[in-house]
């Protein structure tokens, strides 16, 4: 089937019902999506489908064929992602292993909400696990990267 | 950074290792510097050999400085602070520094115990001396190189942000590397004196942010092979049991399962990818032989550690007549504490990649401890340990489950790599996880104490009923000779609380269960701090003494905690009103070599435990970088916070009840606390602050919800009657 992966098309043959998770990371190497629990619980997997962010531990390949997926590697070609930006200033990461799906989280609420409140952060990102606790650091950047946004908007 | 494909670091490799002939003796002799008391955990041997600089730094002609980390970066942040400790004396802009995990070797062994280890928030304490002292040696090269280029001396050169500079010469570090590494090394250098020092101190940003951001930083579980095939292992559904027989046929039917091997831990379904061996293994049939752990239940267990906490046990601190103290007192507090089994649950599961030849064994993994999983892995394939090649990745989260003295996973990945004689990624699932023990043991506290007349406690007798996390291990023969594992009754057989009572007891009753247990997070301040710390609440609210002024009453020569606890309570407020409908409370703990505050501000909404503010105060002796202790304190109290309100680890009939984070419940992003964090200013030598900011969390919002509701909680997780 086709995938269209960070703006790139992909021929990949995998089982319908193979999660997108491993299609990503297993088939096209594609390694910054993490498997953090493999049942929807944890967040670490989420990328955007259609810029709407969607778990891919709990997604059949087979339901994304032929829409447009995006994973932390195509955020940004550099880093400068309003989402990223923040994240850097605010020194947010620790292990690391939870971010990228944090920051898919992240950027899915910004383009969503120019300015996100509290409630929506929870509401957002509630269910993204850090086992670290960047929590605090978490929400401060996201505030932060709603300015940044607006910012370079504007 | 890609650990994979450097062609400099296979050649540093192979250099490292080759003087690896000492390994042998190393591993099991650590000294007890984990147990060791703040005064005397941090100072540094009299006079340490100088280390071998170039295991630990590499300055290249075009002018890049790399540091090699004897340690591993779990999110602790000494990614940053090991180079800070280095750039201090090389004069180099530490944001510019490039940083890597070292190979295994004996170069890298821990200052105090004699193996590649990270843990017990002792890196920053340990290397303080030696990464500075790397940095000095090379400045002190560098500085000699361009004097002879130069035709000046020495002294008359100065170094400046990466440069030497004579008169109005400046040459760059990069010009004079090659010259630098023919001189000898000196037999020994001066360290700066601190008041001139620019980077120790300065809240320094991450290193290891731009990898972490973009998805390119390279954990155990995204390490690609040619031709790497992925492994998921059926392992007994209780503890101990065995593998009688299996039935592989519908494993081996589904597509891209290559192989179904049995191996020690149970039965491995080798496949192309994850998804495939996951699968497999569902399909697969172990017909296992599950001897006695099948009667494991931790509500009968629960009962069977209440009965012992009333009972002697193995005497781990005394002075004075605690039994007598308490016979002859008007007024006794009676109580128990309680903590449950808890996993660590690190975000990236355990995984290790094992590729097996003739001469030599590589793995790659996230792991705490590279001298035990190299000398695990020779054991398994026959190798000397300097042919195992250890590469070390980001670890997705450590918190002491990636340090076992079993090498626990990486032999099974060793196991299994060998038995499909393949390159094999051994990966766990979350449930393996969650099931697969080495928990944080379950733990009673029983104390009974004797208010005086002063209201200060005057009789203090405490037995803890707790499985040896060294228990079975060869650590039990070094550290737990008299039958005390010190580390399950650090932080109350050693209170700073107990000195200020004149008749005072603890007593360990060792409980042997077929559990693997580990240090989780502060190993047995997890718990201790929790009876310690309540229990001194308790009294101060039966004396009528305010909590904060019966705390600095008891620790009266323990000026260190005393001033974080005051640095708390007056960041926190501690007198002034609060909304209704909320409290305060307060808990102050010493370990790792550092003294921590805590005033947690709670309310009760819907019959749920909120905690919304809490003040943290920290002494750490020196803050090398500022930034990563403050994280490190809202890391440990998220960590511990997570804990105190919702996990568990429960058995019944041999099975965890729990599988995966629906069921063990950690913290979520909506119940973090605002976390303030300040620093004690202070000369003294670094202590740790990975462990030390979560032992008080847990206590310091059970105190909070006693002062708010009248409800005294004494079990964790802590949930509050109807």
């Known amino acids: 089937m086709k995938l269209r992966v960070n703006g790139k098309d992909h021929e990949v043959a995998a089982p319908p019902d193979m999660p997108l998770l491993w299609v990503l990371r297993d088939l096209l190497g594609l390694t910054g999506t993490k498997y953090g629990c493999g049942v929807g619980q944890c967040g670490a997997c989420l990328v955007h489908v259609d810029g709407k962010p969607r778990r891919s531990c709990m997604t059949d390949v087979a339901d994304v064929a032929g829409k447009s997926i995006t994973t932390i590697e195509g955020l940004s070609a550099d880093a400068s992602h309003p989402v990223q930006q923040a994240w850097a200033e605010m020194d947010v990461v620790q292990c690391g292993y939870c971010q990228s799906g944090q920051i898919m989280a992240a950027a899915a609420l910004i383009a969503e909400k120019t300015k996100p409140t509290d409630p929506e952060i929870d509401a957002a990102l509630g269910r993204q696990l850090c086992r670290c606790g960047t929590y605090q650091r978490v929400r401060a950047a996201v505030h932060r990267a709603a300015e940044l946004n607006q910012e370079q908007k504007s | 950074m890609s650990i994979l494909a450097d062609p400099n670091r296979r050649e540093f490799l192979k250099a490292a290792t080759l003087g690896a002939a000492g390994l042998v ?6 000294a007890g510097r984990r147990f060791a008391h703040a005064a005397e955990a941090p100072a540094a041997p009299a006079a340490p050999p100088l280390p071998q600089a170039n295991a630990f730094l590499r300055i290249a002609p075009d002018g890049t400085v790399t540091v090699l980390l004897a340690h591993s970066e779990m999110g602790q942040g000494i990614w940053t602070s090991l180079p800070m400790l280095i750039a201090e004396e090389l004069d180099f802009d530490v944001s510019k520094m490039k940083v890597e995990h070292a190979p295994a070797a004996p170069a890298y062994f821990h200052t105090a115990f004699g193996a590649q280890m990270t843990g017990g928030s002792t890196t920053t304490w340990s290397e303080f001396d030696r990464y500075r002292q790397v940095g000095a ?38 010009e004079l590397a090659d010259d630098a590494a023919q001189l000898p090394v000196p037999a020994s250098v001066a360290l700066k004196d601190p ?53 592989a046929s519908a494993a081996l039917a589904v597509p891209g399962v290559r192989k179904v091997v049995q191996v020690p831990s149970g039965v491995a379904v080798v496949a192309d990818h994850f998804w495939a061996a996951q699968q497999g293994r569902d399909a697969l049939k172990v017909d296992w032989d599950l001897g006695a752990g099948a009667a494991l239940d931790t509500v009968a267990m629960l009962a069977e550690y209440r009965k012992l906490a009333a009972a002697d046990g193995k005497v781990a601190a005394a002075a004075g007549d605690a039994p007598g103290a308490l016979a002859k007192a ?42 035990g999983e190299q000398m695990a892995a020779a054991a398994i394939t026959g190798l000397k340990p300097e042919q195992v090649h250890i590469h ?267 599988s995966n984070f629906d069921d063990y419940r950690v913290l979520r992003l909506p119940d973090m606390p605002k976390v303030e964090v300040h620093i004690v200013p202070s000369r003294e030598r670094p202590g740790g602050v990975g462990e030390p900011g979560t032992p008080p969390i847990a206590p310091a919002v059970a105190n909070a919800v006693a002062a708010l509701t009248g409800q005294r909680l004494r079990e964790m997780p802590l949930r509050l009657r109807a």
Request: aromatic share 8%; proline share 5%; glycine share 10%.
């Open chain 2, 25 to 30: 003796v190393g591993f099991y002799v650590p």
């Open chain 2, 392 to 658: 070390t990745t980001f670890l997705g989260g450590g918190f002491g489950r990636r340090a076992t003295a079993s090498a626990d996973w990486v032999s099974e990945a060793v196991h299994v790599a060998t038995a499909a004689g393949a390159t094999v990624k051994t990966v766990w699932t979350r449930e393996d996880d969650v099931r697969g023990g080495y928990y944080r043991p379950m733990v009673v506290h029983r104390i009974r104490a004797a208010l005086g007349s002063d209201g200060l406690p005057a009789g203090w007798d405490h037995t803890i009923v707790s499985q040896s996390v060294m228990a079975g291990t060869p650590f039990e023969s070094m550290f737990a000779k008299t039958g005390i594992d010190p580390s399950s009754v650090e932080g109350a057989a050693d209170s700073p609380y107990l000195k200020a009572i004149p008749n005072h007891r603890v007593q360990l009753q060792d409980y042997r269960a077929p559990v693997p247990v580990l240090w989780w997070r502060s190993v047995g301040h997890s718990h201790t701090a929790f009876a310690m710390e309540c229990m001194v609440d308790e009294l101060a609210r039966a004396a009528g003494i305010d909590p904060v002024e019966y705390r600095r009453r008891l620790l009266a020569d323990q000026p260190r905690l005393r001033a974080a606890l005051d640095l708390a309570a007056a960041k926190a407020g501690w007198r002034s009103p609060l909304p209704a409908g909320r409290a305060r409370g307060v808990a102050v703990h010493e370990s790792f070599g550092s003294f921590v505050a805590q005033v947690a501000e709670v309310s009760v909404e819907g019959g749920r435990i909120r905690v919304h503010r809490v003040v943290c105060a920290i002494d750490c002796g020196i803050a090398v970088n500022p930034k990563t202790i403050e994280a490190q304190m809202e890391s440990g109290i998220a960590f511990g916070l997570g804990a105190a309100l919702s996990s568990a680890i429960t058995f019944k009939d041999g099975r965890v009840q729990q």
């Open chain 2, 195 to 247: 008041k001139d020092w620019k980077v120790i101190g300065q809240p320094t940003r991450r290193l290891d942010t731009p990898e972490k951001i973009n998805g390119t930083a390279v954990f155990g579980l995204d390490v690609r092979l040619d031709g790497l095939l992925t492994a998921v292992v059926a392992r007994s559904p209780v503890f101990g049991g065995k593998v009688k027989s299996f039935d």
């Open chain 2, 330 to 371: 008007d007024k006794v507090v009676d109580v128990e504490y309680v903590a449950p089994y808890l996993a660590h649950a690190p975000m990236e599961p355990l995984n290790a990649t094992v590729r097996i030849a003739t001469d030599r064994c590589d793995v790659w993994t996230g792991t705490q401890m590279q001298t």
């Open chain 2, 137 to 174: 040696i090379a400045r002190a090269l560098l500085v000699q190189a361009a004097a002879q280029r130069l035709g000046v001396d020495a002294a008359a050169c100065r170094t400046e942000n990466g440069a030497v500079i004579a008169g109005d010469r400046r040459l760059r570090y990069g």
